[in-house]
């Protein structure tokens, strides 16, 4: 790890959680240059939903690029390009009832938040952007201004402005109607929020703390947007693509976003790709106004098309994602209740479930066993509070089952070690 230390910046994250050098992969199995292997629940942070080096889409793309096929275009037309539009809209769109247009921004989630806003602003001739609490949108400034955590606002070395913050669903408990409360300070011309542009909303928080929104909750922000001429973005960068058990996270709302952005797992192969998704009428860009060297990753057309065909042609995968899903929940739910000391709760939809921690400390500890161990594991939330299970939606049952099992008996040994604490310090003060 010396070389590491030496050359990259302090900057850097993950490697400080997992310190060992990974040099293969297959599905949910990292390798390490000792030959050690760790189940991988935390999958690219989100952007490889169909595993590491799935055979499909390799095979895909190893046949285009001995074909001399376009790696870069800029956004110029070309085969690969042709190809994804069309079987997006085949088997995403139409089956759904969906009508957007396409923008290929630059190749990262945060540009596609960037273009968004943007749009937005534009479309409207209105400044304003309402984002939710713990939410996540990016670190790019003007993505950054929308989120919340305050670990990456104080990077920003500037002021962010134009965006007010609302409470997100159940922020304040169930009982607190925080739509209610939007839409008196929309309202109302004292209240100091002006008409805004757009609401930005992931449907599932994930760096927030896999925050849930309800389901109503969305229909009635879709419903407030609509009486307000307010365009709703719904952020679907961790939480699109099957992560929640269906292609778009917002599905089982019935809602239909003026905007949404895509990145992570869309090219499916961990190569970098982002989309906007627009009702056609917002389409108000004029040539070039908005661009990006690297918005014609070719080679991720061609993947994304792979994994569109391979898995989204039928049901059968999202319902094999969410058979998964209930699995990971009935795990979790044994947990909880298996450690009442830890005051454990589950959180989450789908296959982006974890456990918030009363007390981070225990979460740390707990993803810091479970790599010892041989399982890859993050946290998230306001104060990493939350143990987050990213698992590859490919992920083979017994692979599942095994990692699942390294998880409980990390909770367990984190548990022990936080009791006889606990014990010692008791014994110190008496």
């Not at 990259?8 to 994250?13: A, D, I, K, M, N």
């Not at 939480?239 to 905007?259: L, V």
Request: with cysteine; proline share 3%.
């Amino acid at each position: 790890m010396r070389i590491f230390n030496r050359l990259e910046s302090e900057v850097r994250g993950y490697i400080r959680s997992f310190p060992t050098v990974f040099s293969k992969a297959q599905n949910a199995v990292l390798t390490d240059e000792s030959g050690t292997e760790y189940i991988d629940f935390l999958a690219g942070a989100g952007t490889l939903n169909y595993g590491h080096n799935n055979p499909q889409l390799k095979k895909a793309a190893i046949e285009y690029l001995t074909e001399d096929g376009i790696v870069h275009g800029l956004d110029m037309a070309t085969s690969a390009k042709k190809q994804f539009l069309q079987t997006f809209e085949d088997c995403i769109l139409k089956p759904r009832n969906l009508q957007y247009k396409f923008q290929f921004t630059g190749p990262t989630g945060t540009n596609a938040v960037e273009a968004a806003v943007k749009l937005a602003r534009n479309a409207t001739g209105r400044r304003g952007v309402i984002s939710f609490t713990n939410g996540f949108h990016g670190v790019t400034l003007g993505a950054l201004a929308l989120t919340g955590n305050s670990k990456f606002r104080d990077a920003a070395g500037t002021a962010l402005n134009d965006v007010h913050r609302a409470p997100y669903s159940g922020y304040y408990g169930m009982d607190v109607d925080t739509i209610a409360m939007l839409d008196k300070l929309i309202a109302d011309p004292s209240s100091g929020v002006d008409l805004p542009a757009a609401v930005i909303v992931e449907c599932v928080q994930g760096e927030g703390g896999l925050n849930v929104a309800g389901l109503n909750w969305l229909k009635r922000l879709e419903q407030l947007c609509q009486r307000h001429g307010i365009l709703m973005i719904v952020d679907d960068i961790q939480a699109g693509c099957g992560r929640t058990g269906t292609f778009f996270s917002f599905e089982p709302a019935g809602i239909r976003p003026d905007i949404v952005t895509l990145s992570k797992s869309l090219s499916g192969f961990g190569l970098p790709m982002a989309l906007l998704l627009m009702k056609p009428e917002l389409d108000v860009w004029k040539p070039g106004q908005h661009n990006g060297t690297f918005r014609g990753n070719n080679l991720a057309f061609v993947t994304a098309t792979a994994a569109l065909e391979h898995y989204w042609r039928d049901n059968r995968f999202q319902t094999a994602i969410q058979k998964k899903a209930q699995l990971i929940q009935t795990f979790l739910d044994k947990l909880v209740s298996g450690y009442p000391q830890a005051k454990l709760t589950r959180r989450g939809r789908g296959m982006m479930q974890g456990v918030a921690c009363a007390d981070p400390a225990l979460a740390d500890r707990i993803t810091s066993i479970a790599f010892q161990n041989g399982l890859i594991i993050e946290t998230s939330g306001g104060r990493d509070e939350v143990v987050k299970l990213l698992v590859p939606l490919t992920i083979e049952q017994e692979t599942l089952l095994k990692g699942l099992d390294i998880l409980e008996q990390a909770v367990s040994e984190a548990v022990s070690e936080a009791r006889s604490r606990a014990v010692a310090g008791k014994a110190v003060e008496a």
